[in-house]
DNA sequence: GCTTGACTTCGAGTGCGCTCGAAGCGTCAG
DNA sequence: CTGACGCTTCGAGCGCACTCGAAGTCAAGC
């Protein structure tokens, strides 16, 4: 019957619809510690998403899709739970994060320059074929 | 004893050194049919690695840097196995990866993006911190 | 008051890509 | 002749990140 959603609160459904993760996704981030705190639950137990876990979990969301394996997340997520104090810690992990992502699209954009002069080989010997 | 790789053959020892794949893994790679053809033997059954057999194992670890899952690439290994007159296949094929790259790169970069923006913030956190 | 269905927890299962270990053999230095 | 080494095959195991299923609960509509 669907479940009401509290005054500024959003079901897992809607979190779910909204990031683009699915309801299990979501349920295993947070059981993992991935998540900034224990996402809040109704009287009867369901969980209450705000719009603070959900900009956390779109800033989770950009992490992995970067590459960033869960439990440096994870790590990242105890340096914000934990409060002031440790902003040196954190953006000296980001800045970590952001030195192999240019790295790795540094890689891959020189592996595709070949797999480009691949293709241009196939393409002239096609237009070759056909005349 | 050091197998003495014969004529213009290399010893899966040096293949692995020059590829910089483990020997387990392009022992994997050919068991798996992601060899253009089996890689030869000598009498006494160890496998030897030809320059074109090398060749192919670079332009193999480019398709799986940029993300080919094996099960394709041993596909376009099919494609290259079977001889000439499937070129719009492999050109197909390369084509569409190469689009996945692209809008994979562009993900990326974007979160990157992002990324680049929080590392800002705390940098900038930090300087006011420290006056 | 009963059915419905979205939620809950828990733990097991899946797919990918390696990665490793065990057991055996062939060749050569000593 | 012996021992060591570097290969061979085979099959199992691993790490990661989900993904799924089962069994139970709870609130609302009929």
Excluded: F
Aim: glycine residues 8%.
């Amino acid at each position: 019957m669907t479940v009401i959603a509290p005054p500024q609160g959003l079901t897992i459904a809607e979190a779910s619809e909204r990031t683009g993760l699915t309801t299990h996704t979501l349920r295993y981030y947070e059981r993992d510690g991935l998540m900034l705190r224990g996402v809040g639950r109704t009287s009867s137990g369901h969980r209450v998403y705000t719009e603070r876990d959900l900009t956390w979990v779109r800033m989770l969301t950009r992490l992995r899709a970067t590459g960033m394996p869960i439990r440096e997340v994870k790590a990242y997520a105890a340096l914000c739970r934990q409060g002031d104090g440790n902003e040196t810690e954190r953006l000296a992990l980001l800045q970590n994060h952001r030195a192999r992502v240019l790295s790795q699209l540094a890689e891959v954009t020189e592996h595709l320059g070949a797999i480009d002069n691949k293709i241009g080989i196939y393409q002239s010997a096609l237009e070759r074929a056909e005349t």
